[in-house]
Nanobody, 125 residues
Framework: QVQLIESGGGLVQAGGSLRLSCVASGRTFSNVYMGWVRQAPGKEREFVAAITSGGSTYYADSVKGRFTISRDNAKNTLYLQMNSLKPEDTAVYYC???????????????????WGQGTQVTVSS
């Protein structure tokens, strides 16, 4: 059974930082891309960041320069370092991975098959 389990969310003041982690089990994702997608209250799911097996990264314009995605393939773990957080970053953040490599789906909210349960990030003003 494939599982993606996120951790690291919480409440932080604007300008602060959080580091999210996602541990995958059931299969290795070292040969495919992985990403983070978020959903704010009353809004659709929004692509945040992705990283390929080779380390190429993709970011939504809204988080460029503030968020950094990384991965540790040996640990089958994905990370999202979030700095300079803003109230508009408040959302449930989901770790996600595809069933197989689908290049055109990397930087979209619909390009993923497996999803974690999500971790809440709340940024206060």
């Amino acid at each position: 059974q494939v599982q993606l389990i996120e951790s690291g969310g919480g409440l932080v003041q604007a300008g602060g930082s959080l580091r999210l982690s996602c541990v995958a089990s059931g299969r290795t994702f070292s040969n495919v891309y992985m990403g983070w997608v978020r959903q704010a209250p009353g809004k659709e799911r929004e692509f945040v960041a992705a990283i390929t097996s080779g380390g190429s990264t993709y970011y939504a314009d809204s988080v460029k320069g503030r968020f950094t995605i990384s991965r540790d393939n040996a640990k089958n773990t994905l990370y999202l370092q979030m700095n300079s957080l803003k109230p508009e970053d408040t959302a449930v953040y989901y770790c996600a991975a595809p069933f197989q490599y689908t290049p055109r789906g990397i930087a979209t909210s619909s390009g993923y098959k497996y999803w974690g349960q999500g971790t809440q990030v709340t940024v206060s003003s």
